[in-house]
């Protein structure tokens, strides 16, 4: 047996080589972070002769839940389509799709501020629903179009940074706060959506409750194993996975320290569930408690579709804003997930009580809820799917 190091990014890792060992360090992607053709798409994004199919290219790069990218699109020059793909959901995690549409605002965001940075004046119109549980049969549904004319370019601080938007599941250093600034910034970003909220909490008390809240909460919607059966779904543990689907959540984009990533890679599939991106006990409120600034994003009605599109047009917004200052930001969600849940069975609506009672104000209605600060290491891209495969 051998024992070799190998320099990799910031981070010293150490491989065992047992007879073909190196063979499958390579062959797992161990040294082969964000390449191959699951990440082109973060490197030729911008395409100027692509016409009005360069707004796409932006819009694939947007968060959705769990990586599902559970979008479609319908391209004319003068006209974009956006459908939500019901058939890519991480099961019963998001049983009214809330998350789903939410994830759909995030591209429709992407794509308006790639229309005028490609010359284009464009109209968002969100189509209104409510929404119900995924049918059985689930088809593409058209959730927005946006019209387009010719305009004058004007690229912004949020378009520039959208190849460099990716989620930082590490754990956050609480003693480099983020500034006043940054939080007011955020804040603003609702002034012209009267039926969206964004409610920030930074005290130590409010954080106290929030880590409490989300961590019971992530225990008992996973304690489901219909929950715990549909996210592992979207777990892609192999290189080869990854390169096949180009999507859903991979161990490179978990937050861990290089050395120990590099280890899962090298690991039989079997041992690997323990270190599924969602928290488990104690060490999922732990990186919670290393969280300088908790946020949530609230609207009049979580189950109206067109204010769920907002909430994700929001989302998008703030998570471009927080990386043009270099702030890192992450999906907590498991509050808001058992709402539905308790929704789902007709049982006492009691997470949302709570949630109301840490806003002090129930006429929001929290749909998404996530933390913010300066990571301890950088995130990483996630894959994803090439604009052929969008295109409807």
């Known amino acids: 047996m051998q024992r070799r190091s190998f320099l990799k990014g910031s981070g010293t890792v150490i491989v065992v080589v047992v007879g073909g060992g190196v063979w499958r360090a390579y062959d797992e992607g161990v040294f082969s972070v964000g390449e191959g053709p699951a990440y082109q798409p973060w490197r030729d994004w911008q395409n100027e002769k692509d016409g009005s199919l360069a707004l796409v290219r932006a819009a694939i790069l947007a968060a959705s839940p769990h990586n599902t990218q559970p979008w479609l699109f319908k391209v004319t020059d003068k006209q974009i389509e956006l459908y939500a793909d019901t058939r890519r959901y991480p099961g019963a995690l998001d049983p009214y799709l809330r998350e789903q549409h939410i994830g759909l605002g995030c591209?429709?965001?992407?794509?308006?501020?790639?229309?005028?940075?490609?010359?284009?004046?464009?109209?968002?119109t969100l189509l209104p629903g409510k929404l119900q549980p995924?049918?059985?049969?689930?088809?593409?549904?058209?959730?927005?179009?946006?019209?387009l004319s010719p305009g004058n370019r004007q690229t912004s601080e949020l378009y520039d940074v959208i190849p460099h938007r990716h989620t930082n599941r590490a754990p956050y250093d609480l003693l480099n706060p983020v500034p006043v600034d940054v939080t007011d910034a955020l804040i603003g970003l609702t002034n012209e959506e009267p039926e969206v909220k964004i409610f920030?909490?930074?005290?130590?008390?409010?954080r106290?409750?929030?880590?409490?809240?989300?961590?019971?909460a992530n225990k008992e919607v996973y304690a489901d194993p219909e929950v715990e059966n549909g996210s592992q779904r979207w777990?892609?543990?192999?290189?080869?996975?990854?390169?096949?689907?180009?999507?859903?959540?991979?161990?490179?984009?978990?937050?861990?320290?290089?050395?120990?990533?590099?280890?899962?890679?090298?690991s039989p599939k079997r041992l690997l569930r323990k270190f599924a991106p969602?928290?488990?006990?104690?060490?999922?409120?732990?990186?919670?408690?290393?969280?300088?600034?908790?946020?949530?994003?609230?609207?009049?009605?979580?189950?109206?579709?067109?204010?769920?599109?907002?909430?994700?047009?929001?989302?998008?917004?703030?998570?471009?804003?927080?990386?043009?200052?270099?702030v890192a930001a992450r999906p907590i969600n498991e509050a808001v997930e058992l709402i539905d849940h308790e929704r789902l069975r007709n049982q006492e609506p009691r997470t949302s009580a709570?949630?109301?009672?840490?806003?002090h104000d129930a006429t929001?209605?929290?749909t998404f809820m996530f933390r913010v600060g300066y990571p301890i290491r950088p995130a990483l891209a996630s894959p994803r799917r090439p604009v052929k495969d969008v295109i409807i």
Do not use: M
């Open 200 to 206: 920030l909490f930074n005290s130590e008390s409010g």
């Open 208 to 216: 106290n409750r929030i880590i409490d809240l989300v961590a019971k």
């Open 278 to 326: 969602r928290g488990n006990g104690d060490p999922y409120a732990d990186l919670l408690r290393a969280t300088p600034v908790f946020g949530l994003i609230a609207v009049r009605d979580r189950y109206d579709q067109e204010q769920c599109l907002r909430a994700g047009r929001i989302w998008q917004r703030a998570h471009l804003l927080l990386t043009s200052r270099g």
């Open 134 to 147: 995924v049918p059985s049969n689930p088809q593409p549904a058209l959730v927005a179009h946006v019209d």
């Open 235 to 266: 777990i892609r543990w192999d290189w080869s996975d990854i390169q096949k689907y180009r999507d859903g959540l991979t161990v490179d984009a978990f937050g861990l320290p290089p050395v120990t990533t590099a280890i899962i890679k090298f």
């Open 364 to 366: 929001w209605q929290p």
């Open 107 to 124: 591209a429709l965001e992407n794509l308006t501020l790639a229309a005028a940075a490609n010359g284009y004046n464009a109209t968002a």
């Open 354 to 359: 709570q949630l109301a009672d840490l806003t």
